[in-house]
């Protein structure tokens, strides 16, 4: 009968991890509040309009004095840097990119599918 110690076991760990599930929401609640946890737990983030609008200046901020300190140079110097602020921004971009295809499992290649394997697949 040690199929049936494996049902019990399958259902002991089911019961533990949505009670671990109900702990975890009623920590979150306390913490942040019923509404915000909730919101937490279905993955829907509210907008935080002032922190929106700080993000906003301090981004403002950061480009007014990037614009200053291009100005102050010259022409061929400000070129330079801009050019190489935009390959740094593209590699920063083309990694995010690579690193989220790598954790998104939706968009993985199957062994066979790999655009860049030749040949035909093999199988089982």
Not at 38 to 62: E, I, W, Y
């Amino acid at each position: 009968m040690a199929g049936n110690g494996d049902v019990e076991e399958r259902g002991d760990r089911g019961k533990t991890s949505r009670r671990h599930k109900q702990e975890r929401f009623a920590l979150l609640a306390r913490e942040i509040g019923t509404e915000q946890a909730r919101s937490d737990q279905f993955g829907m983030r509210t907008v935080n309009p002032q922190r929106a609008a700080r993000d906003a200046l301090t981004r403002a901020t950061l480009a007014r004095a990037e614009a200053d300190e291009l100005r102050n140079l010259s022409v061929n110097d400000a070129a330079r840097i801009i050019a190489a602020k935009r390959a740094e921004q593209e590699q920063t971009r083309r990694l995010l990119e690579q690193r989220e295809r790598q954790l998104n499992p939706f968009q993985r290649t199957t062994p066979g599918s790999d655009p860049g394997r030749d040949g035909p697949a093999r199988g089982l």
